[in-house]
C-alpha cells in the first residue's frame, strides 16, 4: 500500500521537529528560502516564516514577480529544461520506496552564471508586460541575494542529500522504525483498501474494524503504530486526493464534490481541505488551471514552426 506509506511519512515529517530543525540550519547556512512542498507541490513549512528575504518581500509588492517564480518552480519540479534566469532554485524530490512524498526546495539564489546585462533583459520584458518595477530596484534586490553557481549547485543538490539522510536518522529516534511495505500488517492493508474504496460512504472506525474483524480499539492503536496516521487523517487525505483529481479533470460545482467525497457538512469540507493544501477548493481549481494553461503554452512555444 504505497500511499499509505507516503502520506505516513509526510505526516511524520511535517509535525517532525528534526525536519523543521534541519530546514532552519539549511536556511542559515545558505541564506535562501528553505521549503517543503507536497506531492501536489504544494507549499507546507517555508522557514523563513516572515517575508524577510530581499526576493521574498519584493513578491509582496509585486505579484507578477511570485508568479513568475512559481512558474519556474513548477518547470523544476516536473523535470523539465529551465532557460537561465535571474534566479536559481534547488529542489529534490523526497521518496519513500519509490512512492514521492514530496519535495524540498531551496529557493532564492542569485544566478552567477547570468550577466547583468541578461539579468536587465528579464527585467525589460516584465515592465513591457506591465509590471511595475523600476531597475533599481529589481537591480539591488538581484546584488542582495546570495550567489550561486553551476558548480555550487552540484555542491548544494549534494549537501540536501547529505541532510536528507541525516533527517532519516532523526526521524526514526522522534517516531521509530520508517514503515516499509512488507512489513504493515495484513489487517492494516485491509482497513486502508476499504478506506480508499469507500471513503465516500459514511465511514466509521467502527464499520471497518467489523469487516477487518477486530475491535475498533485494536485498529486504531494498530493503524497508528504501523503508518503515523490515525485512521480519521487517512479517511480525510484519501477525500481531499480524489476531490483535487476531480476539480483538475472535471467541471463538477465545488460543494458538489464535497458531497460525493463523503463530507458531512461544508464547514467540514472547507476546512479539512484548506487544512491539507492550504487553499480552498475553489482557489485550487483555479491554481490548477493556471497551471495546466501555462504547461500548454510552454509545450506550444517548444514546438518548431513548419
Not at 16 to 43: K, P, Q, T
Request: neutral net charge.
Amino acid at each position: 500500500m504505497p500511499q499509505t506509506l507516503s502520506k505516513s511519512l509526510q505526516t511524520r515529517l511535517l509535525r517532525s521537529n528534526g525536519f523543521r530543525r534541519m530546514l532552519s540550519d539549511a536556511y542559515v547556512v545558505s541564506g535562501v528560502e528553505c521549503l517543503f512542498l507536497d506531492d501536489l507541490g504544494i507549499e507546507r513549512i517555508r522557514v523563513p516564516r516572515e517575508a524577510v528575504l530581499p526576493l521574498h518581500r519584493l513578491e509582496r509588492k509585486v505579484p507578477e514577480l511570485g508568479r513568475e517564480r512559481m512558474r519556474y518552480r513548477q518547470q523544476v519540479l516536473a523535470g523539465e529544461e529551465v532557460p537561465d534566469c535571474p534566479w536559481v532554485e534547488l529542489a529534490r524530490p523526497m521518496c519513500l520506496q519509490e512512492e514521492l512524498i514530496g519535495y524540498w526546495v531551496m529557493s532564492g539564489w542569485q544566478n552567477l552564471d547570468l550577466s547583468q546585462e541578461e539579468g536587465r533583459q528579464f527585467w525589460i520584458r516584465w515592465v513591457r508586460q506591465g509590471v511595475d518595477l523600476s531597475w533599481p530596484e529589481w537591480g539591488s534586490t538581484l546584488q542582495r541575494l546570495p550567489g550561486c553557481s553551476m558548480l555550487s549547485r552540484g555542491v548544494w543538490h549534494r549537501q540536501m542529500e547529505m541532510w536528507e539522510r541525516e533527517l532519516m536518522r532523526i526521524l526514526q529516534e522522534e517516531t521509530g522504525t520508517l514503515p516499509k511495505s512488507e512489513e504493515l500488517p495484513p489487517v492494516v492493508i485491509k482497513a486502508c483498501t476499504q478506506i480508499r474504496e469507500r471513503y465516500s460512504e459514511s465511514l466509521t472506525l467502527r464499520s471497518v474494524a467489523e469487516v477487518c474483524g477486530i475491535t475498533p480499539e485494536h485498529l486504531s492503536r494498530l493503524f497508528h503504530q504501523s503508518t503515523g496516521l490515525r485512521f480519521r487523517e487517512y479517511l480525510v487525505e484519501t477525500r481531499v486526493e480524489w476531490i483535487c483529481r476531480q476539480l483538475e479533470e472535471t467541471d463538477v460545482p465545488v460543494g458538489e464534490l464535497g458531497y460525493r467525497a463523503g463530507f458531512s457538512t461544508l464547514s467540514r469540507y472547507n476546512r479539512s481541505f484548506r487544512l491539507l493544501t492550504g487553499m480552498t477548493p475553489t482557489q485550487w481549481r483555479k491554481h490548477r488551471l493556471t497551471q495546466n494553461t501555462q504547461a500548454v503554452i510552454r509545450s506550444n512555444e517548444r514546438v518548431e514552426p513548419v
